[in-house]
């Protein structure tokens, strides 16, 4: 069966510090891979997706850059992060033969003071 | 472009009771529609799809959801609620044409069942 992992689970990490958030699946090959953001409230905001190796395609311009080094681990990364940049971080997996629904991973909870 | 609506930020329902989690989108042709639940600090779990044919499914921990063409809507029931069922709901579409699977997501409705 197909298992998605993400580390840290919990992060506080001051204003201008670097960041770096690694998500792994197992059980599968060639998956889509997506980085979501939930900030406080609900909304689920797209961040990054991937259909291969070294593929990355953003959604919205900001502090964060994604890269896919291996075909199942998804890295999420900042120079400096701000403020805004807390929240929660999803990672998501899709089959990329038949990607209809989408699996989640635990979510990393970033905290930027 | 395609989005979902989720017209009630929260529903409150007793114990027992049907609960219904309502869910409309726009989407051009025939959509991919999903429904997630989320439980605190956790990420989300898939509950259902519907991708073609019967128009009830059937998913995960007793709930269903029904596609209504003509009404745009993919409502999310369950017969009869449990206190473990308060969670936050996620209704998501995704465009038949969209190659990379993604979903867009609704903004979520807290479902609070009371003993």
């Known amino acids: 069966s197909q298992t998605i992992h993400q580390w840290p689970a919990t992060l506080v990490q001051p204003v201008g510090s670097p960041l770096s958030l690694e998500c792994t699946v197992e059980?599968?090959?060639?998956?889509?891979l997506y980085w979501y953001r939930q900030a406080a409230g609900r909304g689920l905001q797209l961040l990054f997706y991937?259909?291969?190796?070294?593929?990355i395609s953003s959604e919205v311009p900001q502090n964060l850059s994604a890269s896919r080094p291996q075909d199942r681990q998804f890295i999420l990364s900042s120079k400096k992060l701000l403020l805004s940049d807390s929240g929660f971080y999803l990672c998501a997996w899709s089959s990329g033969i038949s990607s209809y629904e989408q699996y989640f991973g635990p979510g990393t909870r970033l905290t930027v003071t | 472009a395609q989005s979902v609506a989720q017209p009630e930020d929260q529903v409150n329902v007793a114990e027992g009771n049907p609960l219904t989690v309502k869910c409309t989108y726009s989407?051009?042709?025939?959509?991919?529609l999903f429904w997630y639940v989320q439980y605190p600090n956790r990420g989300l779990q898939f509950l259902l799809k519907y991708i073609t044919g019967d128009n009830l499914v059937k998913g995960s921990y007793g709930f269903e959801a029904e596609f209504n063409k003509s009404q745009t809507s993919f409502h999310l029931k369950k017969p009869s609620a449990l206190v473990s069922d308060s969670a936050l709901y996620f209704c998501a579409v995704r465009a038949p044409t969209d190659s990379w699977g993604k979903l867009q997501f609704g903004a979520g409705t807290q479902v609070v069942v009371t003993p």
């Open positions: 059980g599968t090959s060639n998956p889509n």
């Open positions: 989407v051009s042709g025939n959509p991919y």
């Open positions: 991937s259909v291969g190796i070294g593929q």
